[in-house]
Each structure stands twice: as C-alpha cells, then as structure tokens.
C-alpha cells in the first residue's frame, strides 16, 4: 500500500485517528516510514474502538452530571416547599384526588415527580424521603404500588397524543390500574402485616 493511499484511508475513517496514530507513533518513535503504514494499517481498529470508548466514557459522565442536576434540584425544591409550607398546600389540593388513588395525603409530591418526570429521577427523591424517615414504610410501599403501574403521565400522554393516541385512553385505564393496585395492595399486603 502506497503512503497516499494510507491517508486517504485514514480521512474516510476519522480525521481523530489519525491524530492518535500520529501520536502513538512519535511516543513509540516510529519513524514516518513503511512501518509507519504497517503499524497504522495494523492498529486503526484498535484506535478507532478507543476513540469510541472514549467518547462513549465522555457522554455517560456527562448524562450522569445531567441527572444528578435534576435530582439535586428536585431535593432542593422538596426542602424549599417544606420550610415555606408548599408542601402543606400541595397535599390541601391533592387529597380529593389521591384518596380515590388508594394513595395517602403524604405522598403527593413524590407522586406529582414520578407522574411528571418519571422513576428514573423520582426514585432519588423517594429514597431521600425514606432515608429522612418523613414518611412511613407502609406509605412509601403504596406509593412504589401505585407509581409502578402509573409513572411518567405527562411524557408518556405528550408523546403518545403527539401520533394521535387519544388522551383519555392514554390517562384513566393507567389511574384506574394504578388505583386497583394501590386498594388490593392496601386490602390485602398492608393490612394482613
């Protein structure tokens, strides 16, 4: 193979690879040379699943620092609601609606972020809530009930009447499953324990 066409080769692949070989050839003191063409020509898929690894390293941190963000948040608009009493005023508005839900007064902002953001960055709350001991065993266990079968309302209703899903048969058979749970776990789990 001729030294052209090696780099013509190796713009097609990536123009970071052939930073890498370039590098990893000065750090073993390679000389630009045929045995730089054999070396390269020899290690392009190990550069290239490198390059890959990184970048994939790269993005999961990144994704990671994302959810920490939003649960940080979320912890800190949970203490700010409970210091100013939102909280209090919270579960006043939702009691009507969670009762029939098979759901205590308690658990209504934790319900209000599983239903809106989802488990995967709701569960960091509820488990902050259990650690912190504000709310019982037996609430936090209806909860886990009651949102296994009904998470993500919002995302879930928004995506699914985006291609033409009819909301109301998105929203109810989900609360009516997730009340029938929530009242046969109650009946029959909680209060035989």
């Known amino acids: ?19 890498t ?3 990893i050839l000065n750090r073993n003191h390679i000389p630009l040379t045929i045995d730089l063409i054999q070396f ?9 699943l490198v390059l890959t690894l990184k970048n994939w390293a790269v993005n ?5 620092l994302k959810i920490m963000a939003i649960i940080i948040s979320l912890m800190i608009f949970n203490s700010l609601m409970e210091h100013y009493g939102g909280d209090k005023l919270l579960i006043r508005i939702l009691r009507p609606f969670l009762k029939p839900l098979g759901l ?10 599983a239903n809106t953001i989802g488990l995967a960055y709701g569960s960091g709350i509820i488990l902050a ?5 504000k709310l019982s065993l ?3 266990k209806l909860l886990n009930v009651s949102i296994a079968t009904c998470h993500s309302l919002l995302e879930d209703t928004l995506l699914f009447v985006a291609i033409g899903a009819s909301m109301p048969w998105i929203v109810l058979p989900r609360l009516l499953i997730a009340a029938l749970a929530a009242h046969i ?9």
Request: glycine share 0%; proline share 3%; no cysteine.
């Open 104 to 113: 205590p007064s308690s658990t209504a902002f934790l319900w209000i972020v």
């Open 21 to 23: 070989v370039v590098r």
């Open 129 to 133: 809530n259990q650690a912190e001991k």
């Open 60 to 64: 999961q941190f990144s994704f990671i």
């Open 40 to 48: 390269a020509t020899n290690n392009v898929a190990k550069l290239t």
């Open 185 to 193: 776990y109650n009946t029959f789990v909680l209060s035989k324990a």
């Open 138 to 140: 037996s609430d936090i």
């Open 1 to 19: 193979m001729s030294y052209d066409l090696f780099w013509i080769i190796m713009l097609a692949i990536s123009p970071r690879t052939i930073k």
